[in-house]
């Protein structure tokens, strides 16, 4: 079983930066694909970035590519988001989740995390 903890949410003005923290625990997270996903009322979560387990391999979303850099630090279990050049459609709940295989579709990520709240003012 993993267990997921997101961190490092808030309140900022458009054009600031974020970083975002998501501790893991469970037998072989370290092994687990890692993804960043974001959700809004009413609307499904949508995928906004994945890291392979090694952090060989990182995808994102257009909507957040050249902003958005994921991470990973397998020695800490802990897999990082840094949001910079943030606008207020960027505000969302954010949430991790983890996997066996790399992947977008959120119905693909069996575990996943609490999320944490991003508001980023106009």
């Known amino acids: 079983q993993v267990q997921l903890v997101e961190s490092g949410g808030g309140l900022v003005q458009a054009g600031g930066s974020l970083r975002l923290s998501c501790a893991a625990s469970g037998l072989g997270v370290s092994t687990y694909n890692m993804g960043w996903f974001r959700r809004t009322p009413g609307k499904e979560r949508e995928f906004v970035a994945a890291?392979?387990?090694?952090?060989?391999?990182?995808g994102y979303a257009d909507s957040v590519k050249g902003r958005f850099t994921v991470s990973r630090d397998n020695a800490k279990n802990a897999v990082y988001l840094q949001m910079n050049s943030l606008k207020p459609e960027d505000t969302a709940v954010y949430l991790c989740a983890a996997r066996a295989t790399i992947g977008y579709a959120p119905a693909q990520y069996p575990y996943w995390g609490q999320g944490t709240q991003v508001t980023v003012s106009s």
């Open positions: 890291i392979s387990w090694s952090g060989g391999y990182t």
